[in-house]
């Protein structure tokens, strides 16, 4: 019995610095152009500045919340944006390319988590 209790306790001790490991793993770290660190994003969805001080929150349905919780508004499954009104704001394509509400073309994001504005200089990126 002493061995069966030892075996789970060294894997639970091991599963949960797996698990721990991965959610540092799956935080999202956004840079400026210069490459100076902006803030992250946790594998919760919540937002922080550079200096660690929370900005808001995605859930899992696309909406966003400011930092005292308020509505912002949210994307939908096909990339669209909406205001917390409901009034569409713009797009995402599947190629990374933002859209404003009139349809006109304003940036992209590609494969390597690189933003570019509509002029195709560099902004800044996540990883």
């Known amino acids: 019995m002493?061995?069966?209790?030892l075996i789970v306790a060294v894997l639970s001790a091991f599963l949960g610095l797996m698990a721990a490991?991965?959610?540092f793993a799956a935080d999202k770290r956004f840079y400026d152009s210069q490459g100076r660190?902006?803030?992250?994003?946790?594998?919760?969805?919540r937002y922080y500045d550079s200096q660690g001080r929370y900005q808001g929150k995605v859930d899992a349905n696309g909406r966003y919340y400011d930092?005292?919780?308020?509505?912002?508004?949210r994307q939908d499954g096909n990339g669209r944006y909406y205001d917390s009104q409901?009034?569409?704001q713009g797009k995402q394509d599947v190629r990374g390319r933002y859209y404003d509400s009139q349809g006109r073309y304003q940036g992209r994001r590609d494969a390597n988590g690189r933003y570019y504005d509509s002029q195709g200089r560099y902004q800044g990126r996540d990883k």
């Open 86 to 88: 409901g009034r569409y």
């Open 37 to 45: 660190y902006q803030g992250r994003q946790d594998a919760s969805g």
């Open 67 to 73: 930092s005292r919780g308020r509505y912002q508004g």
């Open 2 to 5: 002493r061995l069966r209790s």
């Open 21 to 23: 490991a991965n959610a």
